[in-house]
């Protein structure tokens, strides 16, 4: 995952497909886990992109939760020699089992409703108080 996760995060235009087999393994439940992606990728195509669209995705985690430097902290603790877990630990203070549970989280489906509650919320308060307070001044 660490791999292909920091060319992805490279890539200029980064893959639109990988959006859509993340979203339909997210609400299925057939995500791989991110452990299983430490050493070795699927051999089956569409496990392949899974793979890759997983790996993506984490690392963009990693790089928004964590910042830029625990990217390099992680090229430094694998360049080093550290395997998959203790370099995740040793860079950033965690295990890896936490940071996929908090990227899993994110990851969730949302309902209509949090949705639109998170994209307008501001316009939403400020009706709500413009309202309140249009009420106070009839009731004057």
């Not at 990217?71 to 950033?92: K, M």
């Not at 965690?94 to 919320?121: C, G, M, N, Y």
Request: charged share 15%; hydrophobic share 45%.
């Amino acid at each position: 995952w660490f791999n292909e996760g920091l060319a992805s995060l490279m890539e200029i235009v980064p893959d639109a497909g990988y959006g859509v087999v993340l979203e339909t393994a997210v609400s299925t439940q057939t995500l791989i886990p991110i452990a299983d992606l430490c050493y070795t990728f699927p051999i089956d195509s569409q496990q392949t992109i899974l793979a890759y669209a997983e790996s993506a995705a984490f690392m963009r985690h990693i790089q928004a939760t964590y910042g830029n430097e625990a990217i390099t902290r992680l090229i430094a603790a694998y360049g080093d020699g550290a395997d998959c877990f203790s370099g995740v630990e040793r860079a950033l203070g965690v295990s890896l089992t936490e940071i996929e549970a908090d990227w899993l989280h994110e990851s969730e489906p949302q309902s209509p409703f949090t949705t639109a509650w998170k994209e307008s919320r501001l316009w939403l308060l400020l009706l709500a108080g413009g309202g309140l307070f249009s009420l106070l001044l009839i009731k004057k």
